[in-house]
């Protein structure tokens, strides 16, 4: 009997990891969201779950090519400093007791930063922006919320554009940008289109 209770025990176990694996999987598709300008009003900006063409066309794995990548924590991930549940940056060995918070955390602060991106762009043009992760940046005694994402603009040709970024939780203002890529079309005959971030560099 005892062990056949082991042995159960040991099959929920093993089921419970499958169940939560194949939850971080799924997710990781639906972080990514498109935003574009309504059609009936280009000062306004809808957003959806990205569709699967969208997904393709920025070359996002599938789920079967992020179930066969190994997951495993590095050394220096296993030892983040973590603030309510955010990864310290900046002055990571900061007192944290007495920090002046310079923002707060606003639910809309990734629609803020679609109409941002949007804003100068033309009326048809789409973005695809993924949270990577959230942080507190410390910093002369100060910390800042800030979300990392990934930032890519769906051009004509089936190509994209792509850079990182790290926005203000509570504006949806871009702080700072790095990798960021261009590619042009490719077997077609007409100018490179050129999108550009906009905010804070």
Do not use: C
């Not at 598709?29 to 306004?44: I, P």
């Not at 060995?93 to 602060?109: F, G, I, P, R, V």
């Not at 804003?119 to 973005?127: G, I, L, S, T, Y």
């Amino acid at each position: 009997m005892k062990k056949a209770s082991l042995l159960t025990l040991f099959i929920l176990l093993v089921s419970a990891i499958y169940k939560i694996h194949q939850y971080s999987s799924d997710q990781h598709l639906e972080e990514w969201h498109t935003y574009s300008k309504a059609k009936n009003d280009n000062k306004q900006v809808v957003f959806w779950d990205s569709t699967e063409k969208e997904l393709k066309q920025a070359r996002v794995p599938d789920k079967e090519d992020i179930k066969r990548k190994p997951s495993s924590l590095s050394p220096k991930a296993s030892k983040v400093k973590m603030l309510a549940g955010r990864e310290i940056t900046g002055e990571v060995d900061a007192n944290t007791k007495h920090l002046k918070w310079t923002n707060s955390y606003h639910d809309d602060w990734k629609e803020k930063l679609g109409n941002s991106l949007l804003r100068f762009q033309e009326p048809d043009a789409k973005v695809m922006v993924k949270k990577n992760k959230s942080v507190v940046e410390i910093k002369k005694g100060k910390g800042r919320l800030m979300e990392h994402v990934t930032i890519t603009y769906l051009l004509e040709g089936d190509e994209t554009t792509s850079f990182n970024a790290w926005v203000d939780s509570e504006t949806g203002e871009m702080i700072r940008t790095w990798n960021k890529t261009i590619k042009e079309p490719i077997g077609h005959n007409h100018e490179r289109q050129i999108l550009t971030p906009t905010g804070t560099l």
